[in-house]
């Protein structure tokens, strides 16, 4: 009789230190669940910024989509370096070098855009559309949109002038891309110094 009480003495205290394991198991440790909150690229309170622009174009959009509509050929309407890093220009998933930008979605005439997560900067789940769309049998117009979270900046001021200056930075790049698609030359890229406007 002893001898079985023993026996279900230490049953019970396997079965004990097994489920404390198990529990453990389930629960992150502090550690990792700090991690998680120190990483700093979750935002608590985003807000959604978007800007729209459109660009009249004097070709069909067929025209235009074949002169301008490449993922890599931003690099020469927006006058920056650009190469695709993975993947293959023009396909789902391809990523370019400019901001490691990743293709997401496309159609005939369009295609979005988004930049990755980055350890340690807050994720402002920025994302681009540019589209080139008919208008007429011979004219059409690009649009490109822009959508990202602006909370992190420091007030409403800041946010204006990041959107101001967004939309001239774009503004200027459609018009490069309706000088291409219409068949002209762009001038020489302005020098890119110290003191220069800021990518995205």
């Not at 230190?17 to 991690?35: E, I, L, S, Y």
């Not at 496309?106 to 080139?132: C, I, M």
């Not at 800041?158 to 200027?172: I, N, S």
């Amino acid at each position: 009789m002893r001898y079985r009480s023993l026996n279900l003495a230490a049953a019970l205290t396997l079965a004990m230190a097994c489920g404390a394991a198990a529990a453990n198991a389930q629960t992150p440790a502090p550690a990792a669940q700090a991690g998680a909150v120190a990483s700093g690229i979750v935002v608590a309170a985003p807000t959604y910024a978007s800007i729209l622009m459109e660009m009249a174009v004097n070709k069909p959009a067929a025209d235009v989509w074949k002169r301008v509509g490449k993922f890599c050929d931003i690099g020469e309407w927006l006058r920056i370096p650009c190469t695709i890093t993975s993947g293959k220009d023009g396909e789902v998933g391809a990523i370019r070098s400019v901001a490691g930008e990743v293709l997401v979605g496309k159609t005939e005439l369009s295609y979005t855009y988004t930049q990755t997560v980055r350890e340690g900067r807050p994720y402002n789940l920025y994302h681009g559309t540019l589209e080139a769309r008919p208008v007429t049998a011979t004219t059409s117009k690009l649009v490109y949109t822009l959508f990202f979270d602006n909370s992190m900046m420091a007030d409403d001021a800041a946010r204006a002038a990041d959107k101001t200056r967004r939309t001239a930075q774009f503004t200027q790049a459609l018009e490069n891309m309706k000088i291409l698609a219409e068949g002209g030359t762009l001038p020489p890229a302005p020098a890119r110094g110290r003191g220069a406007l800021p990518i995205f």
